[in-house]
Protein backbone atom coordinates (compact mmCIF):
# COMPACT_ATOMS: atom_id res chain seq x y z
CA UNK A 1 0.00 0.00 0.00
CA UNK A 2 2.77 2.39 1.08
CA UNK A 3 4.69 1.83 -2.53
CA UNK A 4 1.48 2.36 -4.10
CA UNK A 5 1.44 5.76 -2.61
CA UNK A 6 4.92 6.54 -3.31
CA UNK A 7 3.96 5.66 -7.18
CA UNK A 8 0.88 8.64 -7.25
CA UNK A 9 3.16 11.30 -5.51
CA UNK A 10 5.90 10.51 -8.04
CA UNK A 11 3.57 10.38 -10.59
CA UNK A 12 2.05 13.45 -9.56
CA UNK A 13 5.35 15.08 -9.41
CA UNK A 14 6.46 13.98 -13.15
CA UNK A 15 2.83 15.79 -13.90
CA UNK A 16 3.20 19.04 -12.35
CA UNK A 17 6.71 19.29 -13.92
CA UNK A 18 5.80 19.13 -17.25
CA UNK A 19 2.75 21.77 -16.79
CA UNK A 20 5.52 23.90 -15.24
CA UNK A 21 7.87 23.02 -18.14
CA UNK A 22 5.07 23.43 -20.93
CA UNK A 23 5.04 27.61 -21.41
CA UNK A 24 5.49 29.28 -24.71
CA UNK A 25 8.41 31.46 -24.58
CA UNK A 26 6.19 34.39 -25.90
CA UNK A 27 4.07 33.67 -22.66
CA UNK A 28 7.43 33.70 -20.92
CA UNK A 29 8.26 36.96 -21.96
CA UNK A 30 4.94 38.35 -21.81
CA UNK A 31 5.21 37.31 -17.85
CA UNK A 32 8.59 38.98 -17.31
CA UNK A 33 7.24 42.03 -19.35
CA UNK A 34 3.48 42.03 -16.95
CA UNK A 35 5.68 40.92 -14.07
CA UNK A 36 8.10 43.84 -13.90
CA UNK A 37 6.75 46.63 -15.89
CA UNK A 38 4.42 47.96 -13.65
CA UNK A 39 2.70 50.94 -15.06
CA UNK A 40 4.36 50.69 -18.48
CA UNK A 41 2.89 47.67 -19.71
CA UNK A 42 0.47 48.19 -22.73
CA UNK A 43 -3.24 49.12 -22.03
CA UNK A 44 -4.59 46.44 -24.13
CA UNK A 45 -2.80 43.38 -23.27
CA UNK A 46 -3.89 44.44 -19.89
CA UNK A 47 -7.56 44.41 -21.04
CA UNK A 48 -7.05 40.85 -22.68
CA UNK A 49 -5.77 39.41 -19.68
CA UNK A 50 -7.45 37.77 -16.88
CA UNK A 51 -7.90 40.06 -13.51
CA UNK A 52 -5.68 37.89 -11.65
CA UNK A 53 -2.40 38.79 -13.81
CA UNK A 54 -3.57 42.48 -13.77
CA UNK A 55 -3.16 42.51 -9.98
CA UNK A 56 0.28 40.83 -10.83
CA UNK A 57 1.51 43.64 -12.78
CA UNK A 58 1.10 46.42 -9.77
CA UNK A 59 4.25 48.18 -8.39
CA UNK A 60 3.50 45.80 -4.94
CA UNK A 61 4.44 42.97 -6.66
CA UNK A 62 8.24 43.99 -6.80
CA UNK A 63 7.50 42.91 -2.81
CA UNK A 64 9.08 39.33 -3.61
CA UNK A 65 7.02 37.95 -0.29
CA UNK A 66 3.80 39.69 -1.28
CA UNK A 67 4.31 38.38 -4.73
CA UNK A 68 4.45 34.95 -3.60
CA UNK A 69 1.61 35.35 -1.31
CA UNK A 70 -0.60 37.10 -4.21
CA UNK A 71 0.47 33.98 -6.50
CA UNK A 72 -0.27 31.08 -3.86
CA UNK A 73 -3.50 32.60 -3.25
CA UNK A 74 -4.45 32.46 -6.75
CA UNK A 75 -3.66 28.61 -7.49
CA UNK A 76 -5.49 27.75 -4.14
CA UNK A 77 -9.02 29.75 -5.29
CA UNK A 78 -9.19 29.66 -8.91
CA UNK A 79 -11.67 27.58 -10.31
CA UNK A 80 -10.03 27.40 -13.80
CA UNK A 81 -7.18 25.19 -15.35
CA UNK A 82 -3.95 26.56 -13.30
CA UNK A 83 -2.33 28.22 -16.02
CA UNK A 84 2.02 27.48 -16.54
CA UNK A 85 3.00 31.01 -16.62
CA UNK A 86 1.26 31.57 -13.26
CA UNK A 87 2.50 28.60 -11.85
CA UNK A 88 6.23 29.19 -12.38
CA UNK A 89 5.83 32.51 -11.43
CA UNK A 90 4.47 31.47 -7.45
CA UNK A 91 7.22 28.26 -7.56
CA UNK A 92 10.00 30.94 -8.66
CA UNK A 93 9.08 33.91 -6.34
CA UNK A 94 8.50 31.30 -3.24
CA UNK A 95 12.03 30.01 -4.03
CA UNK A 96 13.47 33.33 -3.72
CA UNK A 97 11.40 34.39 -0.95
CA UNK A 98 12.81 31.65 1.11
CA UNK A 99 16.14 31.80 0.11
CA UNK A 100 16.50 35.47 1.12
CA UNK A 101 14.80 34.01 4.71
CA UNK A 102 17.45 31.43 4.55
CA UNK A 103 20.22 34.18 4.13
CA UNK A 104 19.82 36.34 6.60
CA UNK A 105 19.17 33.37 9.25
CA UNK A 106 22.71 31.97 8.27
CA UNK A 107 24.26 35.89 8.25
CA UNK A 108 22.55 36.12 11.73
CA UNK A 109 23.58 32.99 13.22
CA UNK A 110 27.43 33.25 11.90
CA UNK A 111 27.97 36.86 12.94
CA UNK A 112 26.21 37.86 16.11
CA UNK A 113 26.99 41.32 15.43
CA UNK A 114 24.22 41.74 12.85
CA UNK A 115 21.44 40.59 16.06
CA UNK A 116 23.00 43.34 17.80
CA UNK A 117 22.88 45.90 15.21
CA UNK A 118 19.84 45.34 14.25
CA UNK A 119 18.58 45.03 17.94
CA UNK A 120 19.50 48.44 18.54
CA UNK A 121 20.30 48.72 22.43
CA UNK A 122 20.86 52.34 23.29
CA UNK A 123 21.87 52.05 27.14
CA UNK A 124 20.89 55.00 29.40
CA UNK A 125 24.19 57.00 30.60
CA UNK A 126 24.43 57.37 34.43
CA UNK A 127 24.28 60.51 36.29
CA UNK A 128 27.57 61.79 37.34
CA UNK A 129 26.85 60.76 40.99
CA UNK A 130 24.03 58.58 42.34
CA UNK A 131 22.88 58.33 45.65
CA UNK A 132 21.01 55.74 47.42
CA UNK A 133 18.33 57.75 46.71
CA UNK A 134 18.58 57.72 42.91
CA UNK A 135 19.69 54.62 42.87
CA UNK A 136 16.39 53.47 43.96
CA UNK A 137 14.54 55.95 41.88
CA UNK A 138 16.45 54.62 38.76
CA UNK A 139 15.83 50.97 39.41
CA UNK A 140 12.08 51.56 39.46
CA UNK A 141 11.44 52.86 36.16
CA UNK A 142 15.06 51.45 34.20
CA UNK A 143 15.45 47.94 36.23
CA UNK A 144 14.64 45.27 33.61
CA UNK A 145 12.59 43.27 35.71
CA UNK A 146 10.46 46.20 37.21
CA UNK A 147 9.58 46.91 33.27
CA UNK A 148 9.11 43.42 32.87
CA UNK A 149 6.44 43.26 35.48
CA UNK A 150 4.78 46.16 34.57
CA UNK A 151 4.19 44.99 31.29
CA UNK A 152 2.75 41.95 32.66
CA UNK A 153 0.52 43.75 34.79
CA UNK A 154 -0.60 45.50 31.58
CA UNK A 155 -1.53 42.40 29.74
CA UNK A 156 -3.24 41.32 32.70
CA UNK A 157 -5.28 44.40 32.31
CA UNK A 158 -5.47 44.26 28.63
CA UNK A 159 -7.09 40.40 29.12
CA UNK A 160 -9.81 41.87 32.01
CA UNK A 161 -10.88 44.50 28.84
CA UNK A 162 -11.25 41.53 26.50
CA UNK A 163 -13.48 39.44 28.87
CA UNK A 164 -15.84 42.74 29.22
CA UNK A 165 -15.33 43.37 25.56
CA UNK A 166 -16.64 39.51 24.79
CA UNK A 167 -20.05 40.47 25.73
CA UNK A 168 -20.64 43.12 23.83
CA UNK A 169 -22.15 43.15 20.32
CA UNK A 170 -19.98 42.94 17.46
CA UNK A 171 -20.38 44.28 13.93
CA UNK A 172 -18.98 42.71 10.59
CA UNK A 173 -19.07 44.22 7.28
CA UNK A 174 -18.30 42.03 4.52
CA UNK A 175 -17.87 43.45 0.59
CA UNK A 176 -17.49 40.62 -1.54
CA UNK A 177 -17.17 40.22 -5.72
CA UNK A 178 -17.47 36.70 -7.32
CA UNK A 179 -16.92 35.91 -11.08
CA UNK A 180 -17.10 32.43 -12.17
CA UNK A 181 -15.40 31.67 -15.57
CA UNK A 182 -15.60 29.42 -17.54
CA UNK A 183 -12.64 27.80 -18.80
CA UNK A 184 -13.15 27.92 -22.48
CA UNK A 185 -13.71 31.72 -22.83
CA UNK A 186 -11.93 34.00 -19.65
CA UNK A 187 -14.33 36.90 -20.10
CA UNK A 188 -17.33 35.30 -20.06
CA UNK A 189 -19.01 34.01 -17.34
CA UNK A 190 -21.50 34.71 -14.15
CA UNK A 191 -20.15 37.97 -12.05
CA UNK A 192 -21.76 38.82 -8.87
CA UNK A 193 -21.38 41.36 -5.92
CA UNK A 194 -22.68 41.75 -1.97
CA UNK A 195 -22.40 44.04 0.99
CA UNK A 196 -23.32 42.37 4.55
CA UNK A 197 -23.68 44.43 7.72
CA UNK A 198 -23.87 41.92 10.69
CA UNK A 199 -24.68 42.91 14.60
CA UNK A 200 -24.54 39.86 16.81
CA UNK A 201 -24.41 39.17 20.57
CA UNK A 202 -24.02 36.34 22.74
CA UNK A 203 -25.31 36.40 26.01
CA UNK A 204 -23.70 34.07 28.52
CA UNK A 205 -25.80 32.70 30.96
CA UNK A 206 -25.93 30.93 33.96
CA UNK A 207 -22.91 32.86 35.61
CA UNK A 208 -20.12 32.62 32.58
CA UNK A 209 -19.31 36.07 32.16
CA UNK A 210 -19.42 36.28 35.48
CA UNK A 211 -16.54 33.48 36.51
CA UNK A 212 -14.59 34.87 33.76
CA UNK A 213 -14.89 38.42 35.05
CA UNK A 214 -13.60 37.25 38.59
CA UNK A 215 -11.06 35.00 36.96
CA UNK A 216 -9.50 37.71 35.03
CA UNK A 217 -9.52 40.45 38.01
CA UNK A 218 -7.96 37.84 40.07
CA UNK A 219 -5.38 37.51 37.62
CA UNK A 220 -4.65 41.57 37.19
CA UNK A 221 -4.42 40.94 41.17
CA UNK A 222 -1.68 38.47 40.76
CA UNK A 223 -0.07 40.60 38.11
CA UNK A 224 0.09 43.45 39.96
CA UNK A 225 1.39 41.34 43.32
CA UNK A 226 4.52 40.41 41.00
CA UNK A 227 5.02 43.67 39.95
CA UNK A 228 4.99 44.78 44.08
CA UNK A 229 7.49 41.84 44.50
CA UNK A 230 9.80 42.89 41.77
CA UNK A 231 10.49 46.31 43.01
CA UNK A 232 10.71 45.57 46.39
CA UNK A 233 13.06 42.84 45.43
CA UNK A 234 14.64 44.77 43.13
CA UNK A 235 14.82 48.04 45.43
CA UNK A 236 16.76 45.38 48.27
CA UNK A 237 19.40 44.08 45.72
CA UNK A 238 20.21 47.91 44.59
CA UNK A 239 20.50 48.05 48.40
CA UNK A 240 22.79 45.84 49.14
CA UNK A 241 24.90 46.70 45.85
CA UNK A 242 24.98 50.43 47.20
CA UNK A 243 26.38 49.44 50.61
CA UNK A 244 28.73 47.22 48.94
CA UNK A 245 29.91 49.87 47.09
CA UNK A 246 30.47 52.17 50.08
CA UNK A 247 32.11 49.21 52.26
CA UNK A 248 34.45 49.07 49.27
CA UNK A 249 35.38 52.37 49.64
CA UNK A 250 36.31 52.23 53.16
CA UNK A 251 38.32 49.13 52.69
CA UNK A 252 40.50 51.68 49.87
CA UNK A 253 40.88 53.83 52.16
CA UNK A 254 41.89 52.09 55.14
CA UNK A 255 43.94 49.88 53.07
CA UNK A 256 45.85 53.27 51.22
CA UNK A 257 46.30 54.07 54.95
CA UNK A 258 47.52 51.25 56.02
CA UNK A 259 50.13 50.89 53.24
CA UNK A 260 51.27 54.32 54.16
CA UNK A 261 51.64 53.89 57.60
CA UNK A 262 53.60 50.89 56.71
CA UNK A 263 55.92 53.34 54.50
CA UNK A 264 56.51 55.41 56.74
CA UNK A 265 57.34 52.81 59.78
CA UNK A 266 59.78 51.43 56.91
CA UNK A 267 61.99 54.82 56.70
CA UNK A 268 62.46 54.50 60.49
CA UNK A 269 63.12 51.50 60.45
CA UNK A 270 65.75 52.37 57.62
CA UNK A 271 66.76 55.37 59.59
CA UNK A 272 67.42 53.18 62.25
CA UNK A 273 69.15 50.55 60.85
CA UNK A 274 71.55 53.02 58.19
CA UNK A 275 72.27 54.50 62.37
CA UNK A 276 73.06 50.96 63.97
CA UNK A 277 70.03 51.31 66.25
CA UNK A 278 68.35 48.18 64.86
CA UNK A 279 68.70 45.05 62.73
CA UNK A 280 68.25 43.65 59.37
CA UNK A 281 66.16 41.59 60.60
CA UNK A 282 63.71 44.51 61.40
CA UNK A 283 64.35 46.42 58.11
CA UNK A 284 63.25 43.76 56.36
CA UNK A 285 60.71 42.46 57.67
CA UNK A 286 59.32 45.95 57.96
CA UNK A 287 59.68 46.13 53.79
CA UNK A 288 57.89 42.25 53.31
CA UNK A 289 54.83 43.91 55.99
CA UNK A 290 54.73 47.06 52.82
CA UNK A 291 54.84 44.35 50.11
CA UNK A 292 51.95 41.85 52.07
CA UNK A 293 49.68 45.09 52.30
CA UNK A 294 49.58 46.01 48.44
CA UNK A 295 47.63 43.22 47.35
CA UNK A 296 44.38 43.87 50.06
CA UNK A 297 44.18 47.81 48.88
CA UNK A 298 44.60 46.22 44.74
CA UNK A 299 41.90 43.86 45.80
CA UNK A 300 39.48 46.67 47.24
CA UNK A 301 39.94 48.88 43.88
CA UNK A 302 39.05 45.88 41.91
CA UNK A 303 36.23 44.66 43.96
CA UNK A 304 34.86 48.82 43.66
CA UNK A 305 34.80 48.46 39.81
CA UNK A 306 33.34 45.16 39.67
CA UNK A 307 30.21 46.52 42.30
CA UNK A 308 29.98 49.10 39.88
CA UNK A 309 29.66 47.29 37.38
CA UNK A 310 27.25 45.13 38.79
CA UNK A 311 24.93 48.24 40.69
CA UNK A 312 25.04 49.62 36.67
CA UNK A 313 23.53 47.07 35.10
CA UNK A 314 21.24 46.35 37.85
CA UNK A 315 19.98 49.62 37.68
CA UNK A 316 19.35 49.01 33.85
CA UNK A 317 21.85 51.76 32.77
CA UNK A 318 25.36 51.78 30.65
CA UNK A 319 27.43 49.69 32.30
CA UNK A 320 30.77 51.57 30.98
CA UNK A 321 29.69 54.28 33.08
CA UNK A 322 31.91 55.80 35.91
CA UNK A 323 29.64 57.61 38.24
CA UNK A 324 30.69 58.85 41.60
CA UNK A 325 29.06 57.63 44.63
CA UNK A 326 28.12 59.52 47.30
CA UNK A 327 26.34 57.76 50.48
CA UNK A 328 27.34 56.23 53.80
CA UNK A 329 27.28 53.18 55.87
CA UNK A 330 24.39 54.36 59.00
CA UNK A 331 25.91 54.60 62.07
CA UNK A 332 22.49 54.82 63.65
CA UNK A 333 19.71 52.06 63.23
CA UNK A 334 16.44 53.65 61.84
CA UNK A 335 13.45 54.14 64.70
CA UNK A 336 9.83 52.21 64.91
CA UNK A 337 11.13 48.84 63.69
CA UNK A 338 9.05 46.06 64.79
CA UNK A 339 11.24 43.82 65.95
CA UNK A 340 8.50 41.93 68.39
CA UNK A 341 8.17 38.93 66.62
CA UNK A 342 4.72 38.49 66.83
CA UNK A 343 4.30 42.05 65.65
CA UNK A 344 6.54 41.24 62.81
CA UNK A 345 4.70 38.60 61.46
CA UNK A 346 1.50 40.32 61.76
CA UNK A 347 2.70 42.82 59.47
CA UNK A 348 3.92 40.56 57.10
CA UNK A 349 1.24 39.04 56.33
CA UNK A 350 -0.59 42.18 55.90
CA UNK A 351 1.75 43.77 53.37
CA UNK A 352 3.89 40.91 51.51
CA UNK A 353 3.25 41.25 47.97
CA UNK A 354 3.84 37.64 47.21
CA UNK A 355 1.66 36.27 49.69
CA UNK A 356 -1.15 38.11 48.13
CA UNK A 357 -0.39 36.90 44.57
CA UNK A 358 -0.21 32.73 45.66
CA UNK A 359 -3.93 33.82 47.46
CA UNK A 360 -4.90 35.76 44.28
CA UNK A 361 -3.77 32.86 41.96
CA UNK A 362 -5.81 30.46 43.96
CA UNK A 363 -8.49 32.51 43.32
CA UNK A 364 -8.02 33.19 39.41
CA UNK A 365 -7.90 29.18 39.61
CA UNK A 366 -10.66 28.18 40.96
CA UNK A 367 -12.67 30.48 38.70
CA UNK A 368 -11.06 29.15 35.39
CA UNK A 369 -11.73 25.97 36.65
CA UNK A 370 -15.92 27.01 37.33
CA UNK A 371 -15.44 28.75 33.90
CA UNK A 372 -14.68 25.51 32.09
CA UNK A 373 -17.36 23.73 33.86
CA UNK A 374 -19.78 25.82 32.21
CA UNK A 375 -18.53 25.13 28.74
CA UNK A 376 -21.71 23.10 28.21
CA UNK A 377 -24.27 25.19 29.80
CA UNK A 378 -26.41 27.05 26.91
CA UNK A 379 -25.88 30.56 25.95
CA UNK A 380 -27.76 32.61 23.70
CA UNK A 381 -27.48 34.25 19.89
CA UNK A 382 -28.64 37.18 18.91
CA UNK A 383 -27.80 38.83 15.29
CA UNK A 384 -29.24 41.02 13.12
CA UNK A 385 -28.26 41.52 9.06
CA UNK A 386 -28.59 43.83 6.40
CA UNK A 387 -27.62 43.13 2.62
CA UNK A 388 -27.51 44.30 -0.81
CA UNK A 389 -26.75 41.90 -3.47
CA UNK A 390 -27.00 41.39 -6.94
CA UNK A 391 -25.82 39.71 -9.76
CA UNK A 392 -26.54 37.23 -12.70
CA UNK A 393 -25.35 37.53 -16.46
CA UNK A 394 -23.53 40.73 -17.75
CA UNK A 395 -24.79 43.15 -17.69
CA UNK A 396 -25.10 43.38 -13.68
CA UNK A 397 -28.81 43.32 -12.26
CA UNK A 398 -30.45 45.52 -9.58
CA UNK A 399 -28.97 45.22 -6.13
CA UNK A 400 -31.72 43.60 -4.08
CA UNK A 401 -32.08 44.12 -0.25
CA UNK A 402 -32.14 41.30 2.47
CA UNK A 403 -32.60 41.84 5.96
CA UNK A 404 -32.64 38.61 8.73
CA UNK A 405 -32.84 38.66 12.43
CA UNK A 406 -32.06 35.75 13.95
CA UNK A 407 -32.49 34.64 17.79
CA UNK A 408 -31.15 31.15 19.11
CA UNK A 409 -30.49 29.50 22.01
CA UNK A 410 -27.44 27.31 21.99
CA UNK A 411 -27.03 23.86 23.88
CA UNK A 412 -23.52 22.23 23.11
CA UNK A 413 -24.21 18.69 24.73
CA UNK A 414 -21.77 16.79 23.34
CA UNK A 415 -18.02 17.37 22.94
CA UNK A 416 -16.47 14.07 23.32
CA UNK A 417 -15.09 14.43 26.60
CA UNK A 418 -13.07 17.58 26.16
CA UNK A 419 -14.33 19.58 28.71
CA UNK A 420 -14.40 16.78 31.06
CA UNK A 421 -10.24 17.03 30.37
CA UNK A 422 -10.32 20.41 30.21
CA UNK A 423 -11.79 20.41 33.93
CA UNK A 424 -9.41 18.05 34.74
CA UNK A 425 -6.75 20.09 33.87
CA UNK A 426 -8.03 23.15 35.87
CA UNK A 427 -8.50 21.15 38.80
CA UNK A 428 -4.56 19.87 38.79
CA UNK A 429 -3.75 23.90 38.27
CA UNK A 430 -5.75 24.51 41.37
CA UNK A 431 -4.16 22.50 43.48
CA UNK A 432 -1.10 23.71 42.42
CA UNK A 433 -1.92 26.96 43.53
CA UNK A 434 -2.77 25.96 46.79
CA UNK A 435 0.85 24.21 47.06
CA UNK A 436 2.42 27.58 45.68
CA UNK A 437 -0.04 29.29 48.53
CA UNK A 438 1.48 26.64 51.08
CA UNK A 439 5.08 27.78 49.94
CA UNK A 440 4.40 31.06 50.16
CA UNK A 441 3.49 30.96 54.01
CA UNK A 442 6.12 28.75 54.57
CA UNK A 443 8.89 31.24 52.94
CA UNK A 444 7.12 33.86 55.14
CA UNK A 445 8.15 32.20 58.21
CA UNK A 446 11.73 31.36 56.97
CA UNK A 447 12.36 34.71 55.40
CA UNK A 448 11.36 36.60 58.74
CA UNK A 449 13.06 34.59 60.90
CA UNK A 450 16.45 34.71 59.08
CA UNK A 451 15.97 38.09 58.58
CA UNK A 452 15.36 38.93 62.32
CA UNK A 453 18.08 36.61 63.14
CA UNK A 454 20.70 38.34 60.73
CA UNK A 455 19.79 42.02 62.35
CA UNK A 456 20.74 40.86 65.84
CA UNK A 457 23.77 39.10 64.74
CA UNK A 458 24.69 42.58 63.23
CA UNK A 459 23.82 44.84 66.57
CA UNK A 460 26.16 41.82 68.02
CA UNK A 461 29.00 42.12 66.11
CA UNK A 462 28.45 46.30 65.71
CA UNK A 463 28.53 46.02 68.98
CA UNK A 464 31.49 44.61 70.14
CA UNK A 465 33.33 46.79 67.53
CA UNK A 466 32.88 50.07 68.73
CA UNK A 467 35.42 50.77 70.56
CA UNK A 468 37.81 48.30 69.08
CA UNK A 469 39.42 51.20 66.50
CA UNK A 470 39.85 53.66 69.46
CA UNK A 471 41.65 51.19 71.64
CA UNK A 472 43.70 50.06 68.66
CA UNK A 473 44.81 53.57 67.62
CA UNK A 474 46.02 54.10 70.92
CA UNK A 475 47.59 51.06 71.00
CA UNK A 476 49.42 51.93 67.52
CA UNK A 477 50.64 55.63 69.21
CA UNK A 478 52.29 53.87 71.77
CA UNK A 479 53.79 51.25 69.60
CA UNK A 480 55.14 53.76 67.63
CA UNK A 481 56.64 56.23 70.29
CA UNK A 482 58.05 53.50 71.86
CA UNK A 483 59.91 52.28 68.75
CA UNK A 484 61.19 55.97 67.98
CA UNK A 485 62.36 55.67 72.02
CA UNK A 486 63.96 52.34 71.93
CA UNK A 487 61.27 50.74 74.22
CA UNK A 488 59.34 48.84 71.39
CA UNK A 489 60.24 46.67 69.10
CA UNK A 490 59.70 46.45 65.43
CA UNK A 491 57.72 44.03 65.50
CA UNK A 492 55.02 45.62 68.05
CA UNK A 493 54.61 48.61 65.64
CA UNK A 494 54.22 45.93 62.87
CA UNK A 495 51.28 44.33 65.40
CA UNK A 496 49.70 47.27 66.56
CA UNK A 497 49.48 48.49 63.22
CA UNK A 498 48.17 45.56 61.28
CA UNK A 499 45.37 45.53 64.59
CA UNK A 500 43.98 49.14 63.83
CA UNK A 501 43.63 47.74 59.83
CA UNK A 502 41.32 44.30 61.15
CA UNK A 503 39.58 46.89 63.84
CA UNK A 504 38.98 49.57 60.98
CA UNK A 505 37.64 46.86 58.02
CA UNK A 506 35.57 44.82 60.65
CA UNK A 507 33.84 48.02 62.06
CA UNK A 508 33.03 48.96 58.55
CA UNK A 509 32.30 45.38 57.51
CA UNK A 510 29.52 45.47 60.82
CA UNK A 511 28.07 48.99 60.03
CA UNK A 512 27.56 47.25 56.26
CA UNK A 513 26.16 43.87 57.05
CA UNK A 514 23.35 45.78 60.28
CA UNK A 515 22.45 48.10 56.99
CA UNK A 516 22.02 45.26 54.56
CA UNK A 517 20.21 43.59 57.55
CA UNK A 518 17.57 46.22 58.32
CA UNK A 519 17.18 46.18 54.37
CA UNK A 520 16.79 42.43 54.27
CA UNK A 521 14.40 42.92 57.55
CA UNK A 522 11.78 45.12 55.80
CA UNK A 523 11.97 42.95 52.68
CA UNK A 524 10.65 40.79 54.98
CA UNK A 525 7.64 42.48 56.33
CA UNK A 526 7.05 43.09 52.82
CA UNK A 527 8.56 47.05 52.58
CA UNK A 528 10.27 48.74 50.26
CA UNK A 529 14.34 48.78 51.82
CA UNK A 530 14.34 52.45 52.97
CA UNK A 531 10.87 52.68 54.47
CA UNK A 532 11.78 53.24 57.97
CA UNK A 533 14.68 55.52 57.59
CA UNK A 534 12.36 57.77 55.30
CA UNK A 535 9.49 58.04 57.81
CA UNK A 536 12.40 59.09 59.94
CA UNK A 537 13.57 62.23 57.77
CA UNK A 538 9.59 62.98 56.98
CA UNK A 539 9.38 62.96 60.81
CA UNK A 540 12.70 65.27 61.30
CA UNK A 541 11.19 67.29 58.04
CA UNK A 542 7.88 68.48 59.77
Known amino acids: MTRNKILIWVAFLVYFSTLLSAQTASDATFLKAKAFSGPNVNSAQMKSEPPLLSSLSSPTFQNTSFAASIASQAIASTTTPISPKIASISLSFSIKAASFTRSLSAQAASNPTVLYKSSKVVFKPAPK ?11 INENRDNRQSRFQAIAAKAKMNQVWASQLPTANLSIIQAKSLDSGNSLSGIKEDSQDVTISETLQTFGRYRAQKNGAEANLRFAEAAREQSEIEVAFQVTRLFYDLILSQRLI ?11 LHLEQTRKLYN ?9 LRAGVQVSSAKPQLIKATHLYSTSMKDLLNYLGLDPRSNPTIDGWLPEELPPDLPLDEEKALNMAIENRPDLKGSIAAVEGAKYSMETIRKNLQPYLQI ?6 DRGGHQPYGDYRKQETTQVGLVFPFLDSGLTKAQTQEAGAKYQQTMVQHEAALSTLFVELEKAISALEESFEVLASQEKNVE ?20 LDTLDAQLALTQARTLKYQALRDRAVAVAQFEKALGL ?14 K
Open 129 to 139: VLTLDDCLAIA
Open 253 to 263: KVASESVDQLN
Open 275 to 283: AGDTSRFDL
Open 383 to 388: SRSFGL
Open 471 to 490: QAREALNIAEIGFKNGSKTS
Open 528 to 541: TPGTFAKKKKEKDG
